[in-house]
């Protein structure tokens, strides 16, 4: 019983500070995120404010149970804090996250894929996501393309025209490529909403859906740290396998709602931060530290 309380006090203790390091200017630069309301609190010295970020579990980039957090967390919260604002982080349902900046009741949203003009929000009736949400620029991300059930033969051919009428699996909130979401706003597939990466793949694998949509590593990375007995996560990864062709490939983005005071301003600055990470090789050799540590 001892060795069971020591344990549970050292999770705890492990949990109640999340370290980040990054450099800037040739100097290293350590922030301990803090333990705060339902997420973490990263402060900068002399900082022009706090901004709250909400994410959801998205491994193998970001996720609450990944080592460090994922190479995302981390990517964020110094990009925010080398730019001097405080950032307070917290994992939610994507649905929920998209709604809270959408409406003003955070600050962040992250990682989005980019945004077209049209696409319509469903939480402001008569409103584009664009009208609602500022886009940074770009930082490093990854293939998006089609799952199907392991063995079957692919359905597509390069053209999203070759899918008219499949039953598509997404998850809902997410953007994925420009020409899918308006063919899907067009009501040109049979679309099946889930409310996250795992429930899309046991939609597929149940043959409720003829393909499933989104990251190849995020879609098997969702059975990996899922909640399942390790029968249930290899019955699921054996049911399913990529497409041969991918559909394009898409970088990553944070998306500030326009009701963020100054918006324009912050959005300026975490540009700024992002050009410099990006500029001095550190976006690269953060992604790779992290990925090599947590390997």
């Known amino acids: 019983m001892r060795l069971f309380l020591i344990l549970i006090l050292f999770s705890s203790y492990c949990f109640a500070e999340v370290p980040v390091t990054y450099m800037q200017d040739d100097t290293r630069h350590t922030v301990i995120g803090e333990r705060y309301k339902s997420g973490y609190l990263f402060s900068a010295p002399n900082s022009k404010g706090t ?22 967390y981390q990517f964020a919260v110094s990009t925010f804090n080398s730019a001097g ?34 696409a319509p929000s469903d939480y402001v009736p008569n409103h584009t996501r664009r009208k609602l949400l500022g886009l940074s620029n770009s930082f ?35 953007q994925n490529t420009p020409e899918f979401d308006a063919m899907m706003d067009n009501n040109e597939f049979i679309i099946i909403h889930a409310v996250d990466d795992l429930q899309l793949v046991k939609l597929l694998a149940a043959g409720r859906v003829d393909l499933i949509i989104g990251d190849p590593e995020v879609l098997t990375y969702s059975v990996k740290y899922a909640s399942l007995a390790e029968n249930e996560k290899r019955a699921l990864l054996s049911a399913v396998e990529p497409e041969s062709k991918v559909i ?44 090599n540590e947590c390997d």
């Open 140 to 174: 490093s991300g990854g293939n998006i393309g089609f799952l199907k059930r392991k063995g079957e033969p692919d359905r597509f051919n390069g053209n999203l025209k070759s899918l008219k009428g499949a039953r598509i699996g997404v998850v809902r909130g997410y």
């Open 51 to 72: 901004i709250h970020v909400v994410t959801e579990d998205w491994p193998p980039y970001i996720g609450n149970k990944l080592c460090n957090k994922g190479w995302v």
């Open 85 to 118: 604002y405080n950032i307070y982080i917290e994992f939610v349902p994507w649905a929920r996250a998209v709604r809270a900046v959408e409406l003003g009741k955070a600050d962040i949203l992250l990682p989005e894929y980019f945004i077209e003009d049209t």
């Open 248 to 291: 394009q490939y898409n970088p990553l983005y944070f998306a500030i709602s326009k009701k963020t005071p100054n918006w324009l301003t912050v959005l300026e600055d975490i540009n700024t931060a992002l050009y410099k990470f990006k500029n001095s090789g550190e976006t690269q050799r953060m992604k790779q530290a992290l990925l």
